[in-house]
């Protein structure tokens, strides 16, 4: 069975840096896409950015380039993203996926909430 | 980047209706769209893919349709389950991109 699962929710301040993570399971990791995707609260779907394991290979929405880091450790199966300084409109819901032409698969989310 | 409009926003309708919502994209992307069911608090759900191939589990009453830029999805008889938020997504080229989705309420 296919899984995607995702890191717990966090509660970070400003100014924080932070990395959440995505395990893939049931599946060969290295030869499938992961995307992030973020949903702000009440709001629509947001394409972030996408990483192949198999050779790091990383593409970013000009939205999200410079401001998140998108990476995977395939010895573990598992794609991260990270902040480096973390600002309140960061608070979001974010999920990975699983590209195959479409998004098959999806985590359960990571919310992330910033607050001083 | 390939703008995705659907309409309407928002949609009321009745168990047993059949609802139609498009998703028009700002420049051809062939068949390249999928369409997404997203439940409040849950994890989008894939509908269909390839704007017209219904993924494996999904109720036959559901259908894609369209190529170039304007697709629908339709719903040929409500169900209770139904009423939730619509996404379409292009995967033509990057970055990809979402519609601002529909939201479809009971009447």
């Known amino acids: 069975e296919v899984q995607l699962v995702q890191s717990g929710a966090e509660v970070k301040k400003p100014g924080e840096s932070l990395k959440i993570s995505c395990k893939g399971s049931?599946?060969?990791?290295?030869?499938?896409?992961i995307g992030w995707v973020r949903q702000m609260p009440g709001k629509g779907l947001e394409w972030m950015g996408i990483?192949?394991?198999?050779?790091?290979?990383?593409r970013y929405s000009p939205s999200f380039q410079g401001q998140v880091t998108i990476s995977a450790d395939k010895s573990i199966s598992t794609a991260y993203l990270q902040w480096s300084s973390l600002k309140a409109s960061d608070t979001a819901m974010y999920y990975c996926v699983r590209e195959s032409g479409s998004y098959d698969y999806w985590g359960q989310g990571t919310l992330v909430t910033v607050s001083s | 980047a390939i703008q995705l409009t659907q309409s309407p926003s928002s949609l009321s309708a009745s168990v047993g209706d059949r609802v139609t919502i498009t998703c028009r994209a700002s420049q051809g992307i062939s068949s390249a769209l999928a369409w997404y069911q997203q439940k409040p608090g849950k994890a989008p759900k894939l509908l269909i893919y390839d704007a017209s191939s219904l993924e494996s589990g999904v109720p036959s009453r559901f259908s894609g349709s369209g190529s170039g830029t304007d697709f629908t999805l339709t719903i040929s008889s409500l169900q209770p389950e139904d009423f939730a938020t619509y996404y379409c997504q292009q995967f033509n080229s990057y970055p990809l991109t979402f519609g601002q989705g529909t939201r479809l309420e009971i009447k």
């Open positions: 049931g599946y060969s990791f290295t030869s499938y896409w």
């Open positions: 990483i192949y394991p198999g050779d790091s290979d990383t």
